[in-house]
């Protein structure tokens, strides 16, 4: 599916384009949950979920003292911002 230009709100994107942006960055879809994303890089791991009114991230084991750090990203942001934001690690 072709996505919507890089500057629109992830709110105008359908979900089959979400999903696909997804997978074009190398997420893996949770066989667990299937709203959730795990995201795995050389030096961090994460869960991505897509909540009803947020995308929340779930940085695992990368807060004080190994716990999860945990950030929220509203669906208005563009999906560059998001993607800049998400991907650049905790």
Do not use: K
């Amino acid at each position: 599916m072709l996505l919507p230009s890089p500057d629109t709100p992830l709110y105008n994107h359908p979900l089959p384009a979400i999903e696909g942006w997804l997978v074009s960055l190398g997420c893996q879809p949770n066989p667990e949950d299937v709203h959730c994303w795990l995201i795995e890089r050389p030096d961090w791991r994460a869960e991505l979920c897509l909540e009803i009114e947020e995308l929340a991230v779930r940085y695992l084991g990368a807060g004080e003292g190994g716990r999860d750090l945990v950030r929220s990203f509203r669906y208005s942001l563009s999906r560059e911002d998001v993607e800049a934001a998400v991907f650049s690690g905790p």
